[in-house]
T-cell receptor, first 115, second 115 residues
Framework: AQKITQTQPGMFVQEKEAVTLDCTYD???????LFWYKQPSSGEMIFLIY??????QNATEGRYSLNFQKARKSANLVISASQLGDSAMYFCAMRDFTGGFKTIFGAGTRLFVKA | EAGVAQSPRYKIIEKRQSVAFWCNPI?????LYWYQQILGQGPKLLIQ????????DSQLPKDRFSAERLKGVDSTLKIQPAKLEDSAVYLCASSPTGENTGELFFGEGSRLTVL
């Protein structure tokens, strides 16, 4: 069965510093995708970054990068140069590509950026 | 292109009453998801459709929840009778089908309060 684990309920980071949000996953499917979403207090889900299981290089999108370690089944999100607007909930998600494209989410990490 | 549309945005009902939520996905997206997000938690997959067929409904409380996707486009999620613990935001999302297809596209959500 698929499972996503985010073990950090809350994280603090100083403005302009980098922060890593942890995500581990479990699946028996050989082909899958990993996602990170941001959910500000307004409630909308904002897509940040995507990594396919067969991608050789770690995904990057601006200040976001995904540290993908397939053997350890981890997909940590790294935010560089944190900004006050980065304060939000962050969710890791996984979609399998061989079992019907089911997509599940972790419990989330609340990030607080301090000025 | 138009995004995922959901209605109503807000609904307040008494316990044991019924409620229905509507979702119109992005045109051409074969996969449609309904998630339940309780305050402070990650989205929980209730049901996933591929066109008008159900791919996964393992976490849908079928004694009170039902969902349909007629003609593989719009979808309706119904709760009858509602319980206090059903208070949550109900998120609809859609995506194209296929490997490495990237993000889910979310609607703004329907916030349900059960009194």
């Amino acid at each position: 069965a698929q499972k996503i684990t985010q073990t950090q309920p809350g994280m603090f980071v100083q403005e302009k510093e980098a922060v890593t949000l942890d995500c581990t996953y479990d699946t028996s499917d050989p082909s899958y995708g990993l996602f990170w979403y941001k959910q500000p207090s307004s409630g909308e889900m904002i897509f940040l970054i995507y990594q396919g299981s067969y991608d050789q290089q770690n995904a990057t999108e601006g200040r976001y990068s995904l540290n993908f370690q397939k053997a350890r089944k981890s997909a940590n999100l790294v935010i560089s140069a944190s900004q006050l607007g980065d304060s939000a909930m962050y969710f890791c998600a996984m979609r399998d590509f061989t079992g019907g494209f089911k997509t599940i989410f972790g419990a989330g990490t609340r990030l607080f950026v301090k000025a | 292109e138009a995004g995922v549309a959901q209605s109503p945005r807000y609904k307040i009902i008494e316990k044991r009453q019924s409620v229905a939520f509507w979702c119109n996905p992005i045109s051409g997206h074969a996969t449609l998801y309904w998630y339940q997000q309780i305050l402070g938690q990650g989205p929980k997959l209730l049901i996933q459709f591929q066109n008008n067929g159900v791919v996964d409904d393992s976490q849908l409380p079928k004694d009170r929840f039902s969902a349909e996707r007629l003609k593989g486009v719009d979808s309706t999620l119904k709760i009858q009778p509602a319980k206090l613990e059903d208070s949550a935001v109900y998120l609809c999302a859609s995506s194209p089908t296929g490997e490495n297809t990237g993000e889910l596209f979310f609607g703004e959500g329907s916030r349900l309060t059960v009194l």
